[in-house]
């Protein structure tokens, strides 16, 4: 499909063929203008950003890479290539075709869909504005700002389906994506996990590490929708959205080798030394790792939940990799263990499939988070480091449902009060913890040239060299 860039928003959904939308689109666009120029990235209006842009959504070739500055970035609306045929795959509606329009009975669940999804995109963007201001390198602040101008473009991709499909409920929605702000105590962002400071770069690692991950989840699961626009919308955020765990993936990794380098050659792993050299101790790293792994656990909703069975059986979300999973795909009479505390301890006990859907999608993300942790446990392996990083249960620093009113350890145990409180900084980031972090972060802007407590990528962005001017200061 290829993708209108004579537009004043591009886009492969023919906006010009729809005059009414594309006017009220581009009515929305300045408001998002103004947003980007007060939230997005400080200080960075008139630098020129080696940035991809998206020019197709074929996955052989849908990128071009080429110096932008960010509030000339093309932001448009891509949708993935239909499916010929394509029908609902799960729930009450199974085996009908895909729905091109909104079904008019599942109006306003779609589009509570809709809109917590599209409200994360604009609040990572402002809850990451500063941390350019403390880069580590040039090839780390480039990827900041990748980052940020894709959240930027997802916001777009929700925009246009609140716009196309909604009418005037979906127009007001847009308006309010664009008013509420990452931590305001008066109008914050919906979800918890998105109204938490991201304020120095090892956040940031861990933020896309794990947060982000949680959006590939959630993506998936949207894009098994009956409903084929939004299907189509998640099918591309995906591509994209693979980046931002690289970022945060191999940035991790490149903080755990530096430290591990030092920790090999002067055999040791006190702390006390370790932050002598300005480097991040693997305590501090597993304390930032527990505290993003639990938010992030607490984004996948209720463990028990009557919302994810409706959207199921509705067939608006389903899980992920729904049609390789070998079931009838109603889950009627299927249960799913969750977990419980009774006589002071864990005990799964099983839950009806259905309501259980967000402890399933949990259950899927962990998997798949513990296998990174597991990568970057293979760097200590090889500098002979017997340290072992670890996600923390997922019942730990639980803040909302059944789950939250107790207190269990990173091993999953219960505890008493006063036990957690004794420990908390041992399994979470103190302040002294973040201000230590805080005290490593400063600007490094010569091409080539890392901060001390990071190591250098094995390659650079898009076959350019390591020491490439990734971001020009104008």
């Known amino acids: 499909m290829s993708i209108d860039y004579a537009s004043r928003i591009p886009n492969n959904v023919d906006l010009s063929g729809n005059r009414a939308l594309q006017r009220a689109l581009e009515h929305w666009q300045p408001g998002y203008q103004a947003w980007w120029a007060e939230m997005g990235p400080e200080g960075s209006r008139d630098f020129d950003v080696y940035l991809r842009t998206a020019v ?28 010929p045929g394509r029908t609902v795959n799960f729930g009450a509606h199974k085996g009908e075709p ?65 716009h196309a499909h909604f009418g005037r409920d979906g127009r007001e929605e847009a308006e309010a994506l664009l008013e509420r702000r990452s931590g305001d105590a008066d109008n914050p962002r919906i979800l918890g996990a998105f109204n938490e ?19 590939k989840y959630q993506l998936a699961a949207l894009a ?42 002067e055999r040791t792993d006190d702390v006390a030394r370790i932050r002598a050299l300005g480097l991040i101790d693997l305590p501090t790293i597993q304390r930032y790792l527990n505290f993003h792994f639990s938010v992030t656990m607490d984004l996948f909703g209720a463990d028990v939940s009557s919302n994810a069975a409706t959207f199921y059986s509705e067939g608006l979300k389903g899980r992920f990799d729904e049609s390789r999973i070998a079931d009838d795909h109603l889950l009627a009479d299927a249960s799913y263990p969750v977990l419980e ?23 899927d993300y962990i998997r798949d988070a513990a296998a990174g942790v597991e990568r970057w446990n293979r760097i200590l392996d090889k500098h002979g480091i017997a340290t072992r990083l670890a996600v923390p249960h997922k019942a730990f620093n639980r803040r909302i449902g059944p789950l939250a009113a107790a207190r269990v350890d990173p091993a999953g145990r219960v505890v008493p009060e006063a036990t957690w409180n004794a420990q908390v900084d041992r399994w979470l980031p103190s302040g002294a913890d973040r201000a230590y972090v805080a005290s490593l972060m400063g600007r490094i802007v010569e091409p080539g040239r890392f901060a001390n407590w990071i190591s250098a990528p094995a390659r650079g962005i898009n076959n350019q060299p390591v020491d490439f001017e990734y971001v020009r200061f104008n």
């Not at 917590?116 to 580590?136: C, I, K, M, Y």
């Not at 120095?200 to 590490?209: A, E, H, N, Y």
């Open 197 to 215: 400071r991201t304020p120095d770069w090892l956040s940031f690692f861990m933020f896309t590490f794990f947060t982000d991950r949680d959006g």
């Open 224 to 265: 098994e929708s009956g409903f084929d626009p939004l299907s189509r919308t998640c099918r591309f955020m995906l591509t994209e959205e693979a980046h931002h765990m690289f970022v945060g993936e191999s940035g991790v990794a490149r903080v755990i080798q530096r430290t591990a380098e030092a920790m090999a050659r």
């Open 56 to 83: 197709s959504v074929d996955a052989k070739g849908w990128a071009n890479f080429d110096y932008v500055k960010m509030p000339d970035y093309r932001w448009g609306i891509f949708l993935a290539a239909p499916e």
């Open 98 to 162: 895909a729905w091109q329009e909104v079904p008019g009975e599942h109006r306003a669940n779609l589009r509570r869909l809709i809109v917590t999804q599209g409200d994360t995109e604009p609040a990572s963007v402002e809850q990451q504005r500063h941390l350019g201001l403390t880069a580590p390198s040039l090839y780390d602040l480039r990827n900041l700002f990748q980052v940020n101008v894709e959240e930027g473009r997802h916001l777009w991709a929700m925009v246009y389906l609140l």
């Open 341 to 363: 505390v009774r006589d002071g301890a864990l005990v799964a006990v099983p839950a009806p499939a259905l309501n259980a859907l967000n402890e399933r999608l949990r259950d």
